[in-house]
């Protein structure tokens, strides 16, 4: 009787087991890139601006799937709060979630996978969803969450969905400066940010120039993938979450698939735009150079990246006739702070809302740093509102 017992107890045993299997294998077949950014990018999460109902719908879902996919939270829980400043009574937060290194040593290194999932929100002239920025970071980072969560590595691996990119890489500063283990302990960071846009097999790695292992790595899987590596310039060197890291000494990879300018920070920028497939295309070739470092002893080697090896674009800063308030990263309008000469004598004035240049609408800082970054003619029309006039003037150099 008693072996019946003991036989029926491990029978109960193997089925709680075996279900516990099957619905994680369920929540991770049940999982897509495609139904990740359709998700992160739908009207129901109004563009997940930091503490608002979409930016906290939206940490929910990557903790939810994290857990789906059986890994640990960092801390407590999957969540690390924060504000935007110290003063500040927005709060939101990060998702963390870690996969154990299976070495006794080398699990007491760390690699840090991230993207950040929050975007600019609801404003005057539309609802802005990014898709690109940065849905498909965030569908990249769970990808990879999936297919590690299958693959032991020897050393740690964190999962970091940052919250407040946005407002100036809030949540990923936040983490690198809370961390409950000792920084050097961070052998690299693989950031993924607007990676919705791969087109004729080339992509953007930011970051090689920070470590010779690295920049090895990510050339070889490129080249066995027939994949091809653009250029890289200083632009956005410092505007996403890698950069809080590398001011640690931590050497990265940001992969990105383009500037996207006609949908970067508008309403444009939705699912039917994103190219799906190619998100998985990145994430797989990740995926292999991760693992490569993630089961190596060796410790990627770190440089410091100076200004002058970048291709800064030279500027005419007043080609254009006047300057606008390049501080207010959040206005709503272009609005003129400054006219110089040239813009006087054409008759732009200060206050005046910028519309257009040369006939392409500029609705965001992005478009009008791009526009002066661009050659132009020698006169170049400028439109603008005054009030409730739309004016159009021709401006020289």
């Known amino acids: 009787m008693r072996y019946k017992i003991c036989n029926r107890k491990k029978i109960v045993c193997f089925l709680v087991l075996a279900l516990a299997v099957f619905q994680t294998l369920l929540a991770q077949t049940d999982f897509s890139v495609e139904k990740s950014v359709r998700y992160l990018a739908s009207e129901e999460l ?69 993207a950040h999932f929050d975007h600019l929100g609801q404003k005057k002239n539309g609802l802005y969803l990014g898709a690109n920025d940065n849905a498909s970071g965030t569908a990249a980072l769970l990808n990879l969450a999936r297919l590690f969560a299958q693959t032991p590595t020897s050393k740690t691996l964190i999962f970091a969905a940052f919250g407040a990119e946005e407002k100036g890489l809030v949540g990923a500063s936040y983490f690198v400066n809370n961390l409950p283990f000792p920084v050097k302990n961070i052998d690299a960071v693989f950031n993924f940010d607007m990676v919705g846009r791969l087109a004729y097999d080339k992509f953007s790695v930011k970051g ?45 990879l940001c992969f990105n698939t383009g500037s996207d300018a006609a949908n970067y920070h508008k309403p444009s920028d939705v699912a039917e735009n994103i190219d799906f497939k190619g998100i998985e295309t990145i994430s797989e070739i990740a995926f292999r150079v991760i693992k490569n470092l993630a089961n190596t002893n060796l410790k990627p080697d770190f440089k410091v990246v100076k200004e002058a090896e970048y291709k800064i674009p030279k500027i005419d800063w007043y080609k254009f006739g006047f300057f606008i308030n390049m501080l207010d990263l959040d206005a709503e309008e272009l609005k003129i702070m400054y006219v110089h000469k040239n813009g006087q004598l054409a008759g732009l004035q200060k206050g005046d809302i910028l519309l257009k240049i040369n006939g392409k609408e500029i609705a965001s800082l992005e478009d009008f740093v791009e526009a002066l970054i661009n050659k132009s003619p020698k006169t170049n029309q400028i439109t603008v509102k005054r009030k409730q006039e739309i004016i159009t003037v021709k401006v020289k150099k």
């Open 208 to 252: 090689m120039e920070t470590s010779k292992m690295l920049e090895e790595f990510i050339k070889t899987e490129a080249r066995n993938s027939g994949l091809t590596i653009k250029p890289s310039d200083n632009k956005f060197f410092s505007g996403s979450d890698h950069y809080a890291f590398y001011l640690k000494k931590i050497p990265f």
């Open 46 to 114: 109004e563009g997940r601006a930091a503490g608002t109902v979409g930016d906290s719908l939206a940490a929910d879902y990557i903790a939810q799937t994290f857990a789906s996919f059986g890994l640990k939270p960092l801390f407590e829980d999957y969540f690390q709060h924060f504000r935007l400043t110290s003063r500040d009574t927005v709060a939101t937060r990060n998702v963390i979630a870690v996969r154990e290194g299976t070495d006794s040593i080398l699990k007491n290194r760390y690699i840090v996978i991230c």
